[in-house]
């Protein structure tokens, strides 16, 4: 089983939408998760961290099940510059590496 | 905003050449990382670094990868026989403190690597 799995899309949604992304993790022992968002052929860039309790930026929401194993992102009132690809990231055991899901790409149209 | 600088953008070399990496992270940030991506695979592990000193490896970080710090300012990576498959998008990244879980690791713009 794959330590982090989201589905690849990809989502194409109109601006203004709302859209959901799901992650499942297999290490019943991690602590910290994040989303990250990778624009092409860019580096990583942090969008949040999740907490259990669930957490909110602005237009971006995270929750995190560790129960279940999942974790979400949802983004509201979608606009253009949100298209990018949006990796679930889960820190491993040791506290040293993160883990990166293979990302699931987002197309935000007009 | 401080930021994880790395040189070059974009290394060609050619099979079995050793190739070089160079990071410069966050100044004040204690440890170190190297992730590689393949085209249209996820971003991997690769190795951490902290107080000198390897923390964590993974199974692709074989004998032919090292890291060091020469310097207070640079962290690099080694490949020491470049193979095809070796080609990816190299990223570094640095934290200030791994005390604290919710740390950020901020990553570098990365190194494409190019092994002909």
């Known amino acids: 089983r794959k330590e982090v799995e989201q589905d690849p899309g990809p989502f194409n949604v109109p601006e203004g939408a709302t859209v959901a992304f799901n992650c499942t993790y297999s290490?019943?022992?991690?602590?910290?998760f994040f989303w990250y968002r990778q624009d092409c052929r860019k580096e990583p860039k942090l969008l949040m961290s999740?907490?259990?309790s669930g957490n909110e930026d602005g237009r971006f929401t995270a929750q995190l099940n560790r129960a279940s194993q999942y974790i979400s992102l949802l983004i509201r009132d979608s606009k253009l510059s949100d298209s990018a690809t949006y990796l679930c990231?889960?820190?491993?055991?040791?506290?040293?590496?993160?883990?990166f899901g293979k990302g699931t790409s987002l197309l935000v149209t007009p | 905003e401080p930021e994880v600088t790395q040189t070059p953008s974009h290394q060609v070399t050619q099979m079995g050449q050793e190739v070089i990496l160079h990071c410069v992270p966050i100044?004040?940030?204690?440890?170190f990382y190297w992730y590689r991506q393949i085209l249209g695979q996820k971003v991997e592990f690769l190795v951490s670094?902290?107080?000198?000193?390897?923390?964590?490896k993974s199974e692709i970080f074989d004998d032919q990868f090292s890291v060091e710090r020469p310097d207070g300012s640079n962290f690099t990576l080694k490949i020491r026989s470049t193979k095809l498959e070796d080609s990816a998008m190299y990223f570094c990244?640095?934290?200030?403190?791994?005390?604290?879980?919710?740390?950020?690791?901020?990553f570098g713009p990365g190194t494409r690597l190019t092994v002909l």
């Open positions: 990231v889960v820190e491993s055991n040791s506290g040293y590496a993160l883990n």
């Open positions: 290490n019943s022992a991690s602590q910290s």
């Open positions: 999740v907490y259990s």
């Open positions: 100044s004040n940030h204690l440890y």
């Open positions: 670094f902290y107080n000198n000193e390897i923390s964590e």
């Open positions: 990244a640095s934290v200030r403190d791994n005390k604290f879980s919710t740390d950020t690791q901020y």
